[in-house]
Nanobody, 127 residues
Framework: QVQLVESGGGLVQAGGSLRLSCAAS????????MGWFRQAPGKEREFVAG????????YYGDSMKGRFTISRDNTKNTVSLQMNSLKREDTAVYYC????????????????????WGQGTQVTVSS
């Protein structure tokens, strides 16, 4: 069992930045690939970014490339999402998720590959 707790959401103006963090507890953090997803009202959940167990591989959703950066610290059991140049369309609830991973370089992009989810943190971008 893995427990995930997100923090760092809030209200920011368009063009601004936010840094989301996710703290994990429970089983060995470094055995999980980690990801961030988001869901806006009336829309399906969307993949934002993923990182491999080792942290050596990352992958981003198309609209996030060049603006968002995912990172992890396996010594602190945390994964972070640095979001820059935020747009109104980035407004959503952001979720941290953990996927058991057999290989240290694999990034999981599909939500059904993730077994554990946090409760979510709201990000609101105003114009």
């Amino acid at each position: 069992q893995v427990q995930l707790v997100e923090s760092g959401g809030g209200l920011v103006q368009a063009g601004g930045s936010l840094r989301l963090s996710c703290a994990a507890s429970g089983r060995t953090f470094s055995t999980y690939a980690m990801g961030w997803f988001r869901q806006a009202p009336g829309k399906e959940r969307e993949f934002v970014a993923g990182i491999s167990r080792s942290g050596g591989s990352t992958y981003y959703g198309d609209s996030m490339k060049g603006r968002f950066t995912i990172s992890r610290d396996n010594t602190k059991n945390t994964v972070s999402l640095q979001m820059n140049s935020l747009k109104r369309e980035d407004t959503a609830v952001y979720y941290c998720a953990a996927a058991p991973s057999r290989f240290p370089w694999v990034v999981t992009t599909e939500d059904d590959g993730y077994d554990y989810w946090g409760q979510g943190t709201q990000v609101t971008v105003s114009s």
